[in-house]
């Protein structure tokens, strides 16, 4: 009886199996599915059209107007850095290649603050021409005083290091000679932080004032020496004054090393 009991098997038992497993089996179906269409949406399918169109920002024109602003204005006198003062409106163009036309700069060409009018272009095709106010810079390292200059200080001891200045601010020629260099010194007084002009040095005298050079006098084929007193300092190929000492009379003459000067009649 208990072994005829065991084999008796409930309706009901039965039933709730078969639910749950096609409940199991169509979560399972589901779950394949889902993964599918990720996969799709990630990878779009061989074939797929690509965009044509895309949008072209703010910061894509200051990058095409600084471009054609340094090769046609700026060239190599800096580094330039531009920035557009007023927004500027993007616009959804094509993905031909965009190129940039400038129509016009102040007579004054880059300067601090000035308006630039361009043109923008789609491969040959005009997209629009605007206007926009702009604010530059145009970085280059100069020589920069880190202490107090003095005049006669010797370049190749001074207290000198290269720093990043804006060229629009700098209206002077400016220093340059190799680091070390000992035939140049201070010829005026330098601040600290200040840049070194190309007036702010000069070569090192080799004829100093009450010094006896020869005076090399030439006049076509003929030519003759004397001794002369120098009156001031004179670095080579500078023109100095000084002094017959027999005539008493002054003559001027360029400098060709520490003790000769060439008069040309």
């Known amino acids: ?56 920002e703010q910061a894509d024109l200051v990058t095409l107007l600084t471009s054609a602003l340094q090769q046609d204005y700026v060239k190599d006198k800096g580094e330039l850095e531009l920035r557009i003062t007023q ?20 007579t004054m060409g880059v300067t601090s603050s000035f308006i630039v009018r361009f043109e923008l272009l789609a491969g040959d095709k005009s997209i629009g021409s605007w206007q926009v106010p702009v604010q530059a810079h145009v970085w280059r390292e100069v020589w920069v005083a880190h202490s107090m200059l003095k005049r006669g200080d010797a370049i190749a001891d001074a207290d000198l290091a290269r720093e990043r200045r804006d ?35 000069k070569l090192v005298p080799v004829v100093h004032r009450g010094q006896m050079v020869t005076a090399l006098i030439e006049d076509g084929s003929f030519s003759v020496q004397m001794k002369v007193e120098a009156l001031e300092d004179g670095s080579p190929g500078q023109i100095v004054r000084a002094r017959n000492q027999q005539s008493l009379r002054d003559i001027r003459g360029k400098v060709l090393n520490e003790q000769t000067i060439l008069v040309s009649l």
């Open 87 to 106: 927004p500027w409106a993007a616009h959804t163009i094509t993905n031909a290649p965009v190129t940039v036309k400038i129509l016009e700069v102040p």
């Open 167 to 201: 060229m629009l601010t700098i209206h002077e020629p400016l220093a340059e000679f190799t680091p070390g260099d000992s035939t140049l010194e201070i010829a005026e007084p330098v601040g600290v932080g200040a840049p070194l002009f190309a007036r702010s040095i």
């Open 1 to 56: 009886m208990r072994e005829l009991k065991s084999e008796i098997r409930n309706p009901k038992s039965e039933a709730f199996a078969a639910i749950r497993s096609a409940i199991f089996f169509t979560l399972v179906v589901l779950t394949i599915l889902a993964g599918s269409v990720r996969a799709d949406e990630a990878s779009p399918a061989p074939g797929a059209v690509a965009p044509t169109q895309h949008t072209f």
